[in-house]
């Protein structure tokens, strides 16, 4: 996906840029939206298919697994013949599988359905901010992608109240609501989209490497969650751990030797970049602790405390509100004083945050005393982690980097979330709602975001880029906003 003011056109390209602005925000706003619907409906979802935590945990692992290995080729598929197509190809697509969804008989089927959801969702982010750099003249492509940055954060708070209520319906609803407001994007999108392409563009995508990716995190997710049950010593968990560690190194081996005309799925040229290597570590780690804390709370507020669906998706507003607020703030901060030390800042609060539930959260509810003031930390702390870590990654590559790099970067963002569900049902070990299990989660998700506030710290004071653009945040809770600000670079 080349997406940098570099490679955009000088001038808009389209009559009506408002309405393409409208059309892209939209779709990225279903596919965050799902995210958080999915999650406050978790626990019913189980319920109704009589499934254990571990085999539902793919309706979560599945999408993000397949979406994070996607988001590079879609990129470069759109580059070579047509972005539009490709935005309108992934939207028809999300709206099948969110149709898929809303039919499934058995877990099985709503897994494979989710897939088809992340196939649709890897094209429409891929292409998203593309389109409205090349709908939009230069002096208003700000405000454009300041609004599409935001969206991410809109969908975050919105995501749980509206899920708790579409779930009091009927659990199928939580993926219909996804189909008339689709379709309308879908209609309007037809007629107000225009194309665009790199001519330049004549590499292709590794398809190879991407299902080894797959593959190899696939099975590293499955291990962990299966663990718990079958044993960490069982024949099965460790051929799959093995698999894992395999099929990971394939990629690497990839990489290293892909054929000429390939763009390799995993840029190894770009990790010689110490700010890079270690802002896309840090991310992992610290999308693993928030991946993990966000189904934990659900788990934990329905389990634990007893809150019906649509009690715990509003008691869930207060940290992606307040991540959203942080977010534009912290990324002004972290280009005065630096990336890293805001990041890591940003994780430790975090962290704050979810030890402040170990200490204090009993069993009988206490909202507002025992667990709103760790979503004020959390909120705090995520808001100024993404954006930063997000600049920090970018800062040090050149532009025509930029596209790639910030493809691995979201890549990195949800295979880290992916993870950390894994994590946290391994953990948890199917006590999630007694509060033992739900003090080793957060333990652990604690621990993740202190590894990640060790790396960040390590990046150092990188800068933002003049421009700093990053995917929409289709897994994650807060928008990851384009810094307004110019700064400079730092070598």
């Keep these: 996906m080349r997406a940098t003011a570099e490679q955009a056109p000088s001038t808009g390209g389209a009559r009506s840029p408002g309405l393409v602005l409208l059309v892209v925000s939209a779709a990225v706003f279903l596919s965050a939206l799902d995210l958080f619907i999915v999650n406050i409906a978790f626990p019913v979802l189980g319920e109704t298919f009589d499934v254990s ?91 454009a992608i300041a609004v599409w940055s935001m969206v991410g954060g809109v969908a975050a708070a919105l995501g749980p109240p509206i899920g708790g209520l579409l779930v009091e319906l009927s659990w199928r609803w939580i993926f219909l609501v996804n189909v008339p407001v689709g379709i309308a994007a879908l209609l309007l999108g037809l007629r107000v989209l225009p194309e665009s392409r790199d001519e330049s563009e004549t590499r292709r995508p590794d398809l190879v490497g991407t299902l080894l990716l797959i593959v190899s995190v696939g099975l590293l997710a499955y291990a962990l969650v299966d663990a718990p049950e079958r044993g960490w010593g069982s024949a099965v968990v460790v051929g799959a751990f093995g698999g894992a560690a395999v099929a990971g190194a394939l990629v690497g081996l990839r990489a290293a030797r892909v054929p000429r005309g390939t763009v390799p799925v995993l840029p190894l040229a770009l990790f010689r970049v110490r700010s890079f290597t270690l802002a896309n570590l840090s991310i992992a780690f610290f999308m693993a602790g928030f991946g993990g804390m966000l189904l934990g709370n659900v788990l934990w507020l329905t389990g634990g405390w007893g809150y019906s669906t649509v009690e715990a998706g509003f008691a869930l507003i207060p940290g992606p509100a307040l991540a959203a607020l942080t977010a534009i703030p912290a990324g002004r901060l972290g280009a005065r004083i630096g990336c890293g030390p805001v990041a890591a800042a940003g ?145």
């Excluded at 080729?73 to 580059?79: E, H």
């Excluded at 309108?88 to 089927?109: E, H, I, K, Q, R």
């Excluded at 299990?437 to 604690?446: E, K």
């Design 347 to 491: 994780t430790a609060i975090f962290a704050v945050g979810v030890l402040f539930w170990v200490l204090q959260v009993g069993e009988q509810s206490a909202f507002v005393v025992d667990f709103l003031p760790g979503q004020v930390f959390t909120g705090i702390g995520v808001g100024m982690t993404l954006t930063n870590l997000s600049a920090a990654a970018s800062s040090s590559l050149p532009p025509p980097a930029l596209a790639t790099g910030t493809a691995t970067f979201s890549a990195f963002r949800q295979i880290g979330a992916t993870l950390g569900v894994s994590i946290l049902l391994a953990a948890v070990a199917g006590g999630a709602g007694e509060l033992a299990g739900a003090n080793r989660g957060w333990s652990l998700t604690a621990g993740l975001a202190l590894v990640a506030s060790a790396l960040a710290l390590a990046v150092g004071r990188g800068h933002h880029a003049d421009l700093q653009i990053v995917p929409a945040p289709v897994a994650v809770p807060a928008p990851v906003p384009a810094p307004l600000d110019g700064a400079r670079r730092v070598p």
């Design 53 to 143: 935590t571990s085999a539902l945990s793919w309706v979560l692992n599945g999408y993000t697994i397949v979406f994070a290995a996607l988001l590079a080729p879609a990129g470069r598929i759109a580059d070579r013949i047509g972005r539009r197509r490709v935005f309108l190809t992934g939207l028809a697509t999300f709206l099948a599988g969110s149709l898929g969804c809303a039919l499934a008989w058995d877990v099985g089927s709503l897994v494979a359905f989710r897939v088809v959801q992340a196939f649709g969702g890897a094209m429409v982010t891929a292409t998203s901010l593309a389109l409205l750099l090349h709908a939009f003249p230069p002096a208003r492509r700000a405000t």
